[in-house]
């Protein structure tokens, strides 16, 4: 039982998955001028979980060949042998199903959408098309996992307000530079897979120059949604450019030293500072309300 419950989670990812929701969240409590109801918060939650867990397993179904090239992955059920490919797509088309069920009944069928659009575009835009051919799949792919506060918007308002797309462009900013900070230290296991990460096509110098970009362009929209969110207040602002200057220092230092090490920290940082902003929202929009 330990082994089958291990297995499904390395397939729907839930670590992965959490950040979705953490993004998903604000929305649900700035789409609204009340709180929304304890039972809509939560099966949007579960419906952007499945949703979300369903597009990881159809990425491990279509990429099976390549993780069993690659070391960090091919310890996978699907290339170990652990779960079958038949198994996966059943249960990956039962995930989807649920999801857009429970996202259309218990929210409305914009926010159905919207998830079901993610899945999309990260199954068929990102991993069929972009990932296997072009070293900038990231930016163009990524738009799938930006959708977190397009669903809340739209679970509580039924509709996308300017602050949802500003939330949006805020982790399509953030992906580039998280991602690409995880492509230098597994460089070697994308070159074994023959995926063009930019790493690998472009070489880690000018991967911390990308970086370093794209880290100034997410820093500059953490900012722009002070102005974008009439309610946010001091606390955001005050803590956002704290925050926003310590990615960026790491973002420089990792341009002057591209070592696996300093791509790490980068990486793990990023995570963290995308989770703040999002609690810092939360707090300062309640202390408006």
């Known amino acids: 039982m330990n082994s089958f419950l291990s297995d499904w989670n390395q397939m729907i990812k839930p670590r992965v998955t959490s950040l979705v929701l953490a993004t998903a969240v604000p929305g649900l409590y700035l789409g609204s001028s009340s709180a929304p109801s304890t039972l809509l918060v939560f099966m949007t939650m579960l419906g952007t979980f499945l949703m979300s867990s369903a597009s990881f397993i159809f990425n491990q179904i279509l990429e099976k060949d390549r993780d069993a090239k690659m070391k960090r992955t091919a310890n996978r059920p699907i290339p170990a042998g652990r779960i079958s490919s038949a198994q996966a797509w059943i249960v990956g088309f039962a995930m989807t199903f649920a999801a857009f069920s429970i996202l259309y009944y ?95 096509v472009k070489g880690v110098k000018e991967t911390g120059r990308s970086i370093l970009f794209y880290t100034v362009l997410y820093v500059g929209s953490v900012i722009a949604f002070y102005w974008a969110e009439p309610s946010m207040g001091w606390l955001y602002m005050i803590s956002s450019v704290a925050l926003s200057i310590s990615i960026l220092y790491l973002s420089v230092k990792l341009f002057q030293n591209p070592e696996p090490k300093f791509a790490r920290g980068f990486f793990f940082f990023s995570i963290l500072h995308l989770f703040l902003i999002n609690i810092l929202i939360l707090i300062d929009h309640s202390i408006a309300a």
């Open 106 to 200: 218990f929210a409305n069928l914009l926010t159905a959408i919207c998830a079901f659009g993610a899945l999309l575009a990260y199954v068929f835009l990102y991993t069929i098309l972009l990932k296997p051919r072009t070293h900038q799949n990231i930016v163009i792919g990524g738009v799938a996992g930006c959708v977190g506060p397009l669903i809340g918007y739209a679970a509580v308002s039924d509709s996308l307000p300017l602050p949802a797309w500003i939330l949006f462009l805020m982790i399509f900013l953030w992906t580039p530079a998280h991602f690409w900070a995880l492509a230098i230290f597994l460089k070697e296991d994308y070159r074994d897979a023959n995926f063009p990460m930019l790493p690998v």
